[in-house]
């Protein structure tokens, strides 16, 4: 039908012409245009041109029009439909700041931005940009007038709501079109039915747009049965009243209709009217828009204006100008009332001859002159159209707006109550289609999604078995698999069996269940979603999830929605209902249906993929399903992140979408994590939808199940500022009460998520609604477990609180009090959670969470303003949320973002974590092993560097000690060692602020650490004071016992060479030729004379012995009884540790030994102690005799410091052996102290002999001799005093020098050498060990590195220096750098003497050179010039000569040592000899606590002096621990890492023979920390050499061999290289 056809009359017309106007020519319009309104330039136009050319031409003018306004919007190149959802979603710096709007192409933006928050004053936006103007002009009332005069300011900066409306759906693609239509129906605003497009002059109807919105109420008819109906508003059939304008209407028909919609006590604007703010600004492109609204009932009589639903259709401008619209309406409309202020005949004919209109048709007329023409063609009208009077309303002068509107809803009320025609908006499209009216949907994409989607929906018929036959992988299959998944970690059913056997069983089962999965083809249901979702269009897909989700809403809304409210109902007689509530709890489970059901299938038939081998045919058919993933998460679908039904994370499938992510987002993926937790059904998905525009699962027909994830995008304004890229926010399944979760069992699963969701989380909402607070305080006690457990793994997330439906204005100032309330309550909680995982109890909240009473608070109104349904979101509500919104970004700007493959580590190892029921010492995370790994390699260079410059800062003492000829100061020294200690240790202690401070290598993450590592630094200032003071007490105490000697052989030199210059002169003087020989024999006479006469009283012997027992008799003081007798006999040490040492019975606690342990373990633990105790005791007697032997190797005297560290030294290695007395230590110390005893006396005897004076002054007789010969024959002194002083006083200082530095070197080589990783930490210290040994991979090694633990690493250190100095002679260069280092010195300081002997005139002297040489040199080498005979030296020697022939031997001499270092020598014994021994210094420093796993027997691997607890990477089957079963005497295959998760028990002498569980092993290991191995391969390599090496460990330890589970007989040596390459994180 066309339209000049159904509309009769003056107008009608020019319909026609429109047909015709091809025809037309063009001068004819020129009158039309004059005289018709803005709207018909359309014509006229069109008439133009197209009498002439093609109509392309003809849009020219109209576009303008619309172009203008866009223009003015700044949307011009948005048009048509190119703004998209996602671009408005994203968050930037105009979503969180408030800048008045300054200009109109911000308005539509900040509309949108409103808008999505569900602003009701959405609406007043619109002036805003006028109101601006005026309000800066306002400041001085001169320009105030003159705005007023002037007067047309107005039409440039100001814009009707209807125009901008108008404007932005045409700019909007569908999806946004779609989402605008849902917040304005939230708004309870009327929504555009039919939209104009001005340039075309056509009208689309917009079903598609208006599809998204649904509906709930009450109608009258089921008031009693408490019914309701819940649909989509589109597809509710009800009656439908349109209102029209005639011509001008002085009456504001929008204006009476929001009177007529609206409650009396509650005003709202439905529609926008001429009397809002801007709404009398002229329309540009808005006439011809029809708009919907609606009336819906509550079902309560005194409310509800209306008892049954009815749609409200408004046509905006005159209704003859839009005759399609008027048409349609007039087909579809119950009613149609048209409002005029008069009737020209024309207009009367033209009304009177439409034929074919369904519609009642009601007059409104508002004369405001009573014109008796405008009575008469009234009545005209009237009777042409058969009205009755009730068909005629008059609004007259003296009724007002009020009485008129209540007439009006009577005639409404009528015209329902008569109604037969009841439309749904749906059904109008046929009309609309007849009408030539466009239907949005018409489009190819979203028609062909439509089919696709309903090919799978129309389908469903019966939810829980369609599940069954199309979803069949995520059913009881995947259920299972997650419960073994946990069962894996937890083992509670694993009873007695064997658990390593168990385990390996429960793998299997689950490679089962996974090839069960694989056996399914694909159901037909996901054939087509996953080939519809697959299509290469966006928009196809895009709309297919979207009717989708709507069909599968309509299906489960219909049983839903019915379940959820009797859920509810029956939630609050909890006690009573029970049962009913888990059926019904499962019922909603089984029944609910959405598209996550479609998506968690694809992950699964991932996951069961991706077990076959990679090469599998059937396997890469679904590589790419990760990829699509991807792609929905990217487009703003919430992705499930915790499946909620199996309470399960698909771990493969979210590692392949978020992989696939990462690359989509050429890995800028930086994230910032907000989530919300709270009780059900609070509010928390409409939180999250308000704050963020977005759609997670809300209302009545859908909840939240499980948790679901969504990306938002960061702007480019915002990226630098937020430092992340996308913020991704994460709705959960509200919590239960206590109750409830019993009856359910889901307490687990609550805990579960909660735990999980804070620890990914930047952020977390808590969500309180202030009804339920009893119910509030039991869900925080979950949250407050949750924060607690991540307190222990060092991240403290930021956690605000959310108290919802508190209006008040004040509410935060009144709920100061509440707010202390809950603090102290969260503090009790806290505390009382902390006593429950066994945490320190004084902890408080604040040290658990970022929390804030004043700003982590946030009161946010009630949602509704007034009764649902007719109510619109509260203001209130929003602008809560939109402050809380701007708070939160604030907050998030100091967080740290994680990239997404971080976060999925995060997700991945907390879910593992979560899983073992022991969560804090389970927790694994690589991220964190990595940051921790990094914070041990810089320690270790901190360390050592402190230790080097401690080392060759005692060297330096040392030598000065030496060469200083007076008593040295101890004070003075000690006292400069004190302050190079401090300033070393700040200086580290900086070094480690300042990579704190460095946010380097994720250091948040290892906050934890900190105070330990300072606590090491600290430790490690003692222990270097400790040890430096004791050598330097030795080197003063010995340089200051050595002073008398030295005296005593000075005075005897001197009377010599008194005595040589004196025979000198006798021989001179008899004046005769004296031959060689009789000078030699003059000269021996008079030395044996003057010896004869000298007192040669040495150093004196003490009895060293004495002392040693002394020491170790002050040091045992404290025993008592039997102990000190044993050390009161033993004066005579010298009797003890002659013969090996045993350990015996009575060594070991006499409690514990006689302990009623009778059984075959009692035995064999007492044998194993002893034999324990007897290695450990071996271990300590031979370090004892390394140390003692290194002392007697320097060529000092005995100092008793050597015997205090000594004894030190034996207690240190004490406190690892248990259970043994104090007769054990007596016994031990004398056994060592026996030995000390006389190697040290032999040593103090040895030294004395070494410093006869006699033999002293002997040895210098040949020197002297060959002087005095010199002297008498007057030679020239200088060549042969400078080859003197260079061969026998620099030579050896240099050598010592060189020997003294070397160990130093060596071990800064080995720490920065290309091989230095292996010792950067103790871990990768294991590692390489573990790679060797496996390279070996014999028996013999493996048994000594697990049994002589530390005696093995020293000689595998050894080893290694070995090796690397070896090749190359390495060695050799590391000397000849020593030896440059060196004679650059010396050469330096012969330069410097040279120079100074021309003004000093002591260097005018041979003797005065040297002196002033050896001086200069007196903190790098020790110079002894005793025998150099310096006062045999002839005055007039030549000094210049001298040096001179100084530097030829200077040169030779570094060319003899090059040459001497250069050769090949035996290294091993150059390494023993050395005074700093760098096997020593590494071992320290790898070996670390060396303590090891009480089950296992693993040893440590953690950092720093002294760190909390001791961890290891891998543990091993205990077997090789040597535990063996009690019964049959075969070793244990069972791993400590399952034990410990186990339910089992062990027993041993820790436990006093008591059985005790596994899990509780803290109990009596409280400073181990076993974690489960982050995967079942982790143990691979221990596996394997258990298996290789099964018998060999069987006969070293006396026991059989161990059942080896079949399936460790498969694993390769490869896959246990692999295993722990992999656990080590080595590439
Ligand atoms: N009266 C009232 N209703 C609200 C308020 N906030 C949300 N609702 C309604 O409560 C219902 C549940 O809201 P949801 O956002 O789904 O709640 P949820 O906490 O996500 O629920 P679960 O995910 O099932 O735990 C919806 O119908 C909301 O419209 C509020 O402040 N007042
Ligand atoms: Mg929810
Ligand atoms: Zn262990
Ligand atoms: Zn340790």
Known sequence: MSSEKSVPGERAQEAELQVEMKKTPASQITHFAEDTREYSFTFTTVLENGTQSTPVSTSVCTKTHLEDLLCKLGLENYFPGKITLSTVLEIGTESITDEPIQSLKKLPWCFLKRLMMVNVTVLSTMCSAAETDTDSALQDLDSVLELIGSNDDQDSNTINPLDLLAALFLCSDSFLQQEIMSKMSMCQFAVPLFLPDCSTSQCTLMLWAMRDIVKKFRPCSLADSKGFVEDSIVTTAMPMISFVRLGDCSLSKSQILNQVLSNPQQYHDVFIHRNMESGNVPREISNGLVEIGWYLPCGKKNLDIFPEPVAVVNLRGDLFSFQKQFSILCQTSSAVIIFFDSIAESECNLLSSAGNIKAQLFLVANFPNKTEKNINSLKDLASKLKLSGSQILFKKQQTNDAQFVSKLRLTMNGIMENCQHKITIEGMSAEAHELGISVDEDCTECQNAKRSAAQITSTIDDVVRYKEDQLPLQGKLWKELAKIEKEECRLRKAGDKPLEQYKANLQSEKQKLRQQQSRYD??????????????????????????????????????????????????CKLSENKEIIAALDRQISNSSLGIEHFMREMGQLYEATCSLPSNNAYRQQFQDLPSLGADLLLDGFPLELVDGDASNIPVRWMTGVLTKLHEKVQHKSRLLVVTVLGVQSTGKSTLLNTMFGVQFAVSSGRCTRGAFMLLIGIKEDLKEELNCDFILVIDTEGLKSPELAELEDSYEHDNELATLVVGLSDITIINIAMENSTEMKDILQIVVHAFLRMEKLGKKPNCQFVHQNVGDVSAHDNNARDRNKLLEQLNEMTQAAARMEKLDPNIKLTDVMEYDPEHSNWYIPGLWHGIPPMAPVNTGYSESVYEFKKSLIEVLKSCKYQTLPEFLEWTRSLWKAVKHENFIFSFRNSLVAEAYSNLCVEYGKWEWDFQKHMYNWLATAETRISNTSNQSSKLEFLSSLKKEVTTQEETTLEKLTKYYESKEGHVNLVKSYRATFEISIKTLRIEIENSVTNKLTAAIDFQNGMKKVHDVNGKHKAILEEKVLKLLGDCRERNEDLSEEQLEKEFEKMWDETVKKLDFKGLEKRDIVLDVYNQLRKQLDRHVGAVKMVLNQASD????????????????????????????IGITEKKFKKEEANIMAQCVITQGNQFVSDRKHTTSDYHETYTRELLEMIDGKLKEIKKLNAQFEVDLKLHICGFAAREFQQMHEDFIKVNDPLKHLEKSRPQYCADFIDLYHEKDQSLKKAEEFTERCLKPAVREYVNKALGIEIVDA?????????????????????????????????????????????????????????EDNALSGLELKCLETITQKIQAAVKRAENEGTSTRDIKTISGFVENVCSVLSSDIVVSTDNLGLKLIQDKASVKEFIGHLQYY???????????????????????????????????????????????????????????????????????????????????????????????????????????????????????????????????????????????????YHAKPADIPEQWKSITKEQALKSINEVFNVK
């Open 522 to 571: 694909m159901s037909e249901a996901m054939q087509c979603f996953i080939t519809a979702i697959s299509n290469e269009s966006k928009e196809e897909r895009s709309y297919f999830l979207k009717w989708m989700r709507m069909n599968l809403d309509v299906k489960s809304r219909k049983k839903l929605s019915g379940l959820r409210d009797e859920y509810k109902e029956k939630c």
């Open 1133 to 1160: 040490l010298t009797k003890y540790g002659v013969n090996m040492f045993n350990v015996t019975d009575k060594h070991f606690d006499r409690a514990w030994f006689k302990m009623n342990i009778t059984d075959v």
């Open 1310 to 1366: 080995m720490l920065t050498g290309a091989d230095s990783v292996k010792y950067s930490t103790r871990s990768y210290f294991q590692h390489s060990i573990l790679k060797q040994l496996l390279e070996e991979n014999t028996s013999e090694n493996y048994v000594s590195y697990i049994r002589k633990y530390d005696g093995f690493v020293k000689k595998w250190i050894f080893d290694c220096i070995l090796k690397e100095f070896s």
């Open 1450 to 1596: 200077l040169e030779q001499m570094k060319t003899s040592l090059s040459g001497e270092f250069s050769q090949r020598c035996d290294i091993q014994k150059k390494l023993i000899n050395l005074p700093f021994k760098p096997q020593d210094e590494l071992f320290r420093k790898v070996f670390g606590c060396g303590k090891l796993c009480p089950f296992c027997m693993v040893p440590c691997e953690a950092g720093g002096k002294d760190h909390k607890e001791h961890h290891a990477s891998v543990h091993r089957p205990k077997g090789l621990g040597r535990w063996r079963s009690s019964v049959s005497n075969k070793l244990s295959v069972s791993v400590c890492t399952t034990r410990v998760y186990s339910e089992n028990t062990f027993r041993n002498s820790d436990t006093e023979g008591e059985y005790h569980p596994y899990k509780d092993y803290r109990k009596f290991y409280p400073d181990w920390n076993i974690a489960p191995d982050p995967s079942i391969e982790a143990s691979d390599y221990w596996k394997y050499v258990l298996t290789t090496f099964n018998e060999e460990f069987a006969v070293e």
